[in-house]
């Protein structure tokens, strides 16, 4: 054991010794003072380039001469036809060079993105030359479309839920942003929710962002106006291009032929089969019914067309259809020699070659009046309440609350019977889309406000006002049938 005096001795060497060490760790202090000092300006001057870079990057492309670039994003192939006569003007337009690029996208029910594969083979047999951007991490596919530094950008729809994160409104801030609706127009009130109570058929982020929105009626830019947070300045009448895209459809029926020409139904069922969002979808009531009336009739085919985001929202918590009885009815349904399903880009020409058209809703009310089919209406009671352009539609439709009436219906158009609403389509059609030519008014409408940003004039093919064209009734011809 050590001694006091030992313990003396070594408490005197360290008093001696401290100096020295106050001094080491004084230096020691400083020196990590400065290097703290030099790291925080490193990383000021690097905040500094991230911010200028940044701020760059915000400012989209300017454009005095030479090539406008154009880039379409596509993730919903089964909306092409409202971009498909957009695309083949641009291409033909030497102003312009366009680009076309596929990628991925998650509708509800689906858990995670995916599809580009679907979209990239649906493209290419259309003979659209596209890139693919699929990479794991959406935003080095937001590298790419930045590089291509375009001066504007199509999305198909306002929804960013759709897609990735990089292809947000917010993320593609740094381009003018526009958009060609993928529906013609919106025929209902639109669901408002607590946290966000605007009208997202018009006031979505990406309406708010867009540079010009390309619109099919005067009705659309009003609803714009009186709903939209920033007004209708964005919004321009031009028409719809998937009007025209419908009526020129070339007819093309999925059904193999037997011995004869049969009667041709096509049963559209929308999404919403839901508690929530607009309540339209009727599938969960009716599917079963579907199947005994297409298996009892051998003198009609049938071409089931549910709406793209059906087979994925079956997968949804709300949702009254589960994935393995939507999976066993379309097992069901494939069986039978006299029906197909389609869910392909070319839909309207399944529309152009079919007799007669049975759905709940929405977008197909109006689209087979283009063509002058009968459209019969299997009205769900809660769905949400149509406007004044859905209240101008359903005049051209006959509406059923019950399925057994819908169906005696529409086997009896499909095999040749009169629709007593064909005056009133028609009307619809004339009012409704009233503007012809809608992809050059939308090349009118880039060209002149490019030219004004840059300075220059625009001379711009004329508007046709509608107004309320479309709550006048035609001079002549029968009410609207209501049935149920």
């Given at each position: 054991m050590r001694g006091p005096l030992w313990r003396f001795r070594n408490l005197l060497r360290n008093i001696l010794l401290m100096p020295g060490r106050v001094k080491e760790l004084h230096e020691i202090a400083i020196e990590t003072q400065h290097l703290m000092l030099r790291e925080l300006q490193g990383q000021r001057d690097l905040t500094k380039v991230?911010?200028?870079?940044?701020?760059?990057?915000?400012?989209?492309?300017?454009?005095?001469?030479?090539?406008?670039?154009?880039?379409?994003?596509?993730?919903?192939?089964?909306?092409?036809?409202?971009?498909?006569?957009?695309?083949?003007?641009?291409?033909?337009?030497?102003?312009?060079?366009?680009?076309?690029?596929?990628?991925?996208?998650?509708?509800?029910?689906?858990?995670?993105?995916?599809?580009?594969?679907?979209?990239?083979?649906?493209?290419?047999?259309?003979?659209?030359?596209?890139?693919?951007?699929?990479?794991?991490?959406?935003?080095?596919?937001?590298?790419?479309?930045?590089?291509?530094?375009?001066?504007?950008?199509?999305r198909q729809s306002q929804w960013d839920s759709d897609v990735p994160p990089a292809f947000s409104a917010q993320a593609l801030g740094f381009t003018r942003l526009c958009l060609v609706p993928y529906e013609t127009m919106n025929l209902i009130e639109n669901v408002r929710h607590d946290a966000s109570p605007t009208d997202s058929a018009v006031d979505a982020p990406y309406h708010r962002a867009a540079w010009r929105i390309f619109c099919a009626n005067d009705e659309v830019r009003s609803a714009a106006a009186s709903n939209g947070t920033l007004g209708a300045d964005r919004f321009v009448v031009t028409g719809h291009p998937k009007a025209a895209s419908i009526g020129n459809a070339a007819p093309h029926w999925p059904v193999s032929q037997g011995d004869g020409r049969r009667g041709r139904i096509v049963w559209s069922a929308h999404h919403s089969i839901g508690e929530h969002w607009t309540r339209f979808g009727m599938f969960h009531r009716m599917h079963r019914r579907m199947l005994l009336f297409a298996a009892s009739r051998p003198d009609l085919e049938f071409v089931f067309m549910p709406h793209p985001m059906l087979p994925s929202y079956v997968g949804h918590p709300d949702s009254p259809t589960g994935r393995r009885e939507f999976a066993a009815f379309v097992d069901d349904w494939d069986r039978l020699p006299n029906t197909a399903r389609y869910t392909g880009p070319d839909y309207a020409g399944v529309l152009r070659a079919a007799d007669a058209v049975i759905t709940d809703g929405i977008s197909m009310l109006i689209e087979p009046q283009i063509v002058r089919r009968p459209v019969v209406f299997i009205e769900r009671d809660d769905h949400r309440p149509f406007n004044a352009t859905g209240r101008a539609v359903i005049r051209g439709v006959h509406s059923h609350h019950d399925i057994e009436s819908a169906i005696e219906a529409v086997a009896r158009f499909a095999l040749g019977g009169p629709d007593p609403l064909s005056e009133l389509q028609e009307h619809n059609v004339r009012m409704l889309f009233a503007h012809p030519d809608p992809e050059r008014r939308i090349i009118d409408a880039i060209i002149g406000g490019l030219q004004r940003e840059s300075g220059g004039s625009a001379t711009l093919a004329p508007v046709i006002p509608i107004g309320d064209a479309i709550d006048t009734e035609p001079e002549a011809g029968p009410d609207r049938v209501t049935a149920g």
């Open positions: 991230t911010l200028a870079r940044t701020a760059e990057l915000q400012v989209p492309a300017a454009w005095a001469d030479g090539p406008i670039r154009v880039l379409l994003l596509i993730h919903y192939p089964e909306a092409w036809a409202s971009l498909a006569g957009v695309h083949r003007a641009l291409e033909a337009d030497a102003r312009f060079a366009v680009t076309v690029a596929t990628i991925p996208r998650r509708f509800p029910g689906a858990d995670r993105f995916a599809g580009e594969d679907v979209t990239h083979a649906a493209l290419a047999a259309s003979g659209v030359p596209h890139i693919r951007l699929d990479f794991a991490d959406s935003f080095e596919s937001l590298d790419v479309v930045r590089a291509l530094r375009p001066h504007l950008v199509f």
